[in-house]
């Protein structure tokens, strides 16, 4: 039996901003009660999806701030012509302040070290105080923040730097209702307050992800920091958002084979009957985690079919059974999953990982098409 299938020519990553516009103008709304404003988090390439669009698409969808991971990224937000604040984290001791000051990128400070060299470059940097809300990564620990309160006031004074904000960040966020949510929040009232104690007027407190956004109003404090719910993501868990993304190949080869058949390296997978197997110019290179052969599917020509034997560096084989397609036909990876196309958490599932990890994780030799 041969289907008719849809014809593509090489992998694609098809990205739809109209679902980043959709789920920015979803967080607006959910911040409407609490007035904070919401802060587009573009890091990683706009997770995947391309960091000047993603920026660009939220901006014009009510976002009013832009957050990313490095002054690099900033600049990269700002070539793009938006003109909204743009806060980098992350940054090394030796940031560039003079490159983040001329494109107005503020910048976050974790420590008093940090403080001191971006305030001995005298350039006016606007600082938002980074306090460890609970995870032992980024940020200032408690035992930390008076001093660097003190700095910053000092810093401050000399007009080497303006405090702007003061921000944490949450670990257990996608579980609603955890007492470490609770004692996050009061972690970070606090600071503000033993920071206006220090002299300082931080007018932008920020705590909230997409999970806290979309679950805890009482973190969304003055601005939140939205980055996987852009993009469809919701690691709470409680919000169907749109997805952006849909990843297709075509079939390249077709071949029938016997039963006892090895299929691939190390012949993970044999044929228990006769088949037909289909193979994709895609692999583990284009972002198929590898840990997901076996359990992986594919749809093609409207059938969800099995993913056999391991995914290679850029082949993965699949049984096409009695389904037999044309060479050139579309297989379509993951998509929103209209159509019973797997979805990118189901690839996320497969593989015992986070969606975040697979929309990042796309090659940069599959090719992208924008609407
Ligand atoms: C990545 C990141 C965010 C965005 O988190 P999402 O859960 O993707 O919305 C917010 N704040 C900080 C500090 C981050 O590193």
Known sequence: MTAVATRVRTPTLEIDLSAVAANTRR???ATASSSAEVMAVVKADGFGHGLADVARTAVDSGATWLGVTSVAEGVAVRESGVDVPVLSWLNPVDVDVETAARHRIDLAVPGVRHLAAIAAAGAGAR????LDTGMARDGAAEDEWRALMRAARRAEAAGDVTVVGVMGHLAMAGESGHPANKQGLLAL???VELAEQAGL???VRHLAATAATLTD???HLDVVRVGAGLVGIDPSGTTRLCTAL??????VQVRRVAAGVGVGYGHTHVTDRATTLALLPIGYADGLPRVASG??????AGLRRPVVGVISMDQTVVDLGDHVVEPGAEAVVFGPGDDGEPTVADWARWAGTIPHEIVTGIGHRVERSVR
């Open 27 to 29: 967080f607006v709304r």
């Open 127 to 130: 600082v938002h105080l980074q």
């Open 189 to 191: 009232l606090n600071g």
């Open 201 to 203: 007027r931080p007018v």
């Open 217 to 219: 109003p009482a973190t």
């Open 246 to 251: 849909r990843l297709t190949a075509p079939v």
């Open 295 to 300: 359990r992986a599917h594919v749809l093609v």
